[in-house]
């Protein structure tokens, strides 16, 4: 028996959700939004220098300045 792989899949995969009770779904999304708390006060100045050069960089090659 030989195996195929499988062809890359392009495309977002669905993610199927369980039901939950309300006070699940508040308790997820709490736990949710602290998480994204901590890490962006972890690496917030990481983030802002990198989407900051992004833009720069945007703003030089509309400007007609960027180089590679």
């Not at 030989?2 to 736990?31: W, Y």
């Amino acid at each position: 028996m030989t195996r195929k792989s499988k062809p890359p899949s392009h495309g977002r995969k669905k993610i199927v959700l369980p039901a939950l009770s309300d006070e699940s779904l508040i308790q997820i999304q709490d736990f949710l939004h602290l998480a994204l708390d901590v890490f962006e006060d972890h690496y917030g100045q990481q983030l802002d220098l990198f989407y900051h050069s992004l833009w720069q960089d945007s703003q030089e090659l509309e400007a007609g300045k960027f180089s590679d």
